[in-house]
């Protein structure tokens, strides 16, 4: 089996930084794509930024130009790096790995705990 395991967040002022990482382990796999997504009380999850496994990245409007995600291969490691954080950035920030792991026919998703970041204005 495979685990998907988030670290990261917490309490930043309007402004300030945070990172967030998602840790892939477990049996044999490969990742194919990883996603951040967010979902603030109230409303739907939303994807924010994912990364695929040519390397093309994308993100939503709302965090253009200040969030980064990137991803370490050799590590099973992805990272949304969050600058400029703004108010309406508070949710819970999801991981989910598309992983190929061996034996399996299809490739699956797999999601992370979930981390709380919260924004002060």
């Known amino acids: 089996q495979v685990q998907v395991v988030q670290s990261g967040g917490g309490l930043v002022q309007a402004g300030g930084s945070l990172r967030l990482s998602c840790v892939v382990s477990g049996s044999t796999f490969s990742i194919n794509s990883i996603g951040w997504y967010r979902q603030a009380p109230g409303k739907q999850r939303e994807l924010v930024a994912h990364s695929s496994s040519d390397g093309t990245t994308n993100y939503a409007d709302s965090v253009k130009g200040r969030f980064t995600i990137s991803r370490d291969n050799a590590k099973n490691t992805g990272y949304l790096q969050m600058n400029s954080l703004k108010a309406e950035d508070t949710a819970v920030y999801y991981c989910?790995?598309?992983?190929?792991?061996?034996?399996?026919?299809?490739?699956?998703?797999?999601w992370g705990q979930g981390t709380q970041v919260t924004v002060s204005s």
């Open positions: 989910k790995a598309n992983i190929k792991i061996m034996g399996w026919v299809r490739p699956s998703d797999h």
